[in-house]
């Protein structure tokens, strides 16, 4: 059975910095893709990074140059770097995975989702 579980949220100034975790089990990890959502309040859920199987990463138009995805296979764990944080960061963050993605910022792409971590910056 496929688990996720996000860890590394809080509360930060605007400017700050914060490294969100994602860790995995039930499945053999580095073979599916892994991204990371949010949702703030009152908006859509949307993509924020991902990488894929190969290694390849992706991220939104708005966290680029900001913040940065990686993994450790060998601790199954997902990472999202963020730095230089601004206020419209502030969301509920996911972490999601899924063996076989299309489009890796597509929410309807992922299976398996985790329960989420709270990120709020304030200014």
């Known amino acids: 059975q496929v688990q996720l579980m996000e860890s590394g949220g809080g509360s930060v100034q605007a400017g700050g910095s914060l490294r969100l975790s994602c860790a995995a089990s039930g499945y053999t990890y580095s073979s599916y893709c892994m991204a990371w959502f949010r949702q703030a309040p009152g908006k859509e859920r949307e993509g924020v990074a991902a990488?894929?199987?190969?290694?390849?990463?992706t991220y939104a138009d708005s966290v680029k140059g900001r913040f940065t995805i990686s993994q450790d296979n060998a601790k199954n764990t997902l990472y999202l770097q963020m730095n230089s944080l601004k206020p419209e960061d502030t969301a509920m963050y996911y972490c999601a995975a899924d063996r076989w993605v299309g489009i890796l910022l597509a929410e309807y792409e992922y299976n398996y989702w985790g329960q989420g971590t709270q990120v709020t910056v304030s200014s």
């Open positions: 990488i894929a199987s190969d290694g390849s990463t």
